[in-house]
């Protein structure tokens, strides 16, 4: 396989910056030195691995891609930025023509989607880049669509407990609102309980104190109408490595699409696994 070229937007916040280095370090891909970045960020450059990677602030995204593309050649980008960001990034990608992996969770994901699908370009959109949790949803989405309306009846609790930094509910939460629906249990996504309190996290949960500022901690509560019987299914993550697999199987999986003719397809992290 050729080296695949990869920016990585969102440098310098923390999930970016550990995917970077993994890229870097990766022997399939070439590290792009350019990173798209906010309007508070006060750094011009990071240092990734040896890689002085200059951060562009919103005035210049276009131009900045725009240039890479034309110094460059064809590349993926990989999106780990602000929830706020998530679409205009989107947009702006699909506009310019560069197919690229969404990492970030939030904003108008429904608009997202649409976005690509007018483009002409693939993307990978996930609300979660995990390949073991995504292999537990698979599961959850199995049973779901084999077996509806198996929990019927039952009582639903779903907690969340992750960084104060984290802006938005967790979109892995959210996706499996939809599996248990279809399972015959109503429930919101507005009835996710989030926890952010470090001092809870820890007196509470018992999150490790190294891993308060970056961990994703989930519970999924089914209790009968009697309470006699309860299910729960937890997974709890501490660091951000975990991510680092998937969204390079995410690259490579992308790249070879993109170089296939794909347009305006939307493909999940489920796509990646199976490889289809």
């Avoid at 608009?111 to 698979?138: C, D, E, H, R």
């Amino acid at each position: 396989m050729n080296t695949v070229k990869v920016m990585v937007n969102g440098l310098p916040g923390n999930v970016a910056t550990i995917i970077a280095k993994n890229i870097a370090k990766d022997s399939r891909f070439n590290l792009l030195p350019q990173s798209l970045t906010g309007p508070d960020i006060a750094e011009k450059t990071i240092d990734i691995e040896g890689i002085a990677v200059a951060l562009a602030l919103p005035r210049d995204h276009i131009k900045t891609l725009e240039a890479m593309l034309e110094k460059d050649g064809p590349f993926i980008i990989v999106d780990y930025s602000h929830p706020s960001a998530v679409n205009p990034n989107a947009q702006l990608y699909c506009k310019i023509g560069i197919p690229f992996v969404m990492g970030t969770t939030g904003g108008d994901r429904d608009a997202l989607i649409k976005t690509v699908q007018a483009s002409s370009i693939p993307a990978v959109i996930a609300p979660n880049m995990a390949k073991q949790i995504v292999g537990f949803q698979a599961m959850m989405e199995y049973a779901a669509n084999t077996f509806p309306g198996l929990f019927e009846g039952y009582s639903l609790t779903i907690e969340e407990s992750h960084q104060n930094g984290k802006a938005d509910t967790s979109g892995t939460a959210k996706a499996m609102v939809g599996y248990f629906n279809k399972m015959g249990i109503p429930f919101e996504a507005s009835q996710i309980a989030q926890l952010r309190d470090p001092q809870r996290q820890k007196d509470e949960l018992g999150v490790p104190e190294e891993f308060l500022g970056g961990h994703g901690w989930h519970t999924y509560t089914l209790i009968s109408p009697d309470e006699t019987v309860k299910f729960a299914f937890t997974h709890n993550v501490n660091g951000r490595e975990i991510y680092t697999g998937g969204t390079a199987d995410a690259i490579v999986y992308l790249s070879q699409k993109a170089a296939q003719g794909e347009k305006g397809r939307v493909f999940s992290m489920m796509d990646v696994l199976k490889g289809v």
